[in-house]
Structures are given as C-alpha cells and as structure tokens.
Nanobody
C-alpha cells in the first residue's frame, strides 16, 4: 500500500523557488525520520534531504545545501521541501519517504508514492 502523496511540483525558471509538500497517511508519522529523494531523467534515484522525527536534526546532499530546507508538521502528518535558487540540474521527480540509515547512507523505508515533477528551465 502507498500512503505517501507528494505535491507542489511545476515548471520554474532558474533562480526561482518551489515548495513541495508530502502527506503521510500511514500512521505513526511522528515516530519516523522523513526525507526527500529525487530521480532525474536517465539517472538513479538519489537522497536529497532528511529530517529527524522531532524536526531537530536535518541533513542534505551537498548539491542542495544552502538552497533547500526540509521541515515537517507532526500534527498534520506533513513534510515539506522549500527549494530556493533552483538550477536546471535540480530537474527531477521528487519523492518523499520514511528514512532509515545513518549519514551518509540514508535509505527509503516504504513504498514510493507517485512523486511530483520539478522542471527548472535555464
């Protein structure tokens, strides 16, 4: 069963911003670290960002540090990804998931949702 639903993607010019949202309806949301992954055309899916269950600790892949911010709302069972200063190389389908592992080896723990497409034009 899939209980993750991403939204907020779209077409944006380089330098622009987008805010992605993900609703987790699988239960016990606040028990899990959450994260965002992305898959660019012709490439493997990669880790982008992680947030601890409490929201206290975050981690990012080097290519997005200083530009992306992950956050969560444990009341609404939502996780967000604020993406600023977008670059064409950020173009990908973005997915959220429950996250396991430890740095730098994070992995997705659950079935994937449909994702949301982000396209950054130059």
């Amino acid at each position: 069963q899939v209980h993750l639903a991403e939204s907020g993607g779209g077409l944006v010019q380089a330098g622009g911003s987008l805010r992605l949202s993900c609703e987790d309806s699988g239960g016990s949301f606040s028990f899990y670290a959450m994260g965002w992954f992305r898959q660019a055309p012709g490439k493997e899916r990669e880790f982008v960002a992680r947030i601890s269950w409490s929201g206290t600790n975050t981690a990012y892949v080097d290519s997005v540090k200083g530009r992306f911010t992950i956050s969560r709302d444990n009341v609404k069972n939502m996780v967000y990804l604020q993406m600023d200063s977008l670059k064409p190389e950020d173009t990908a389908v973005y997915y959220c998931n429950r996250v396991g592992g430890s740095p730098p080896n994070y992995y997705a723990m659950d079935n994937w949702g449909k994702g949301t497409l982000v396209t950054v034009s130059s």
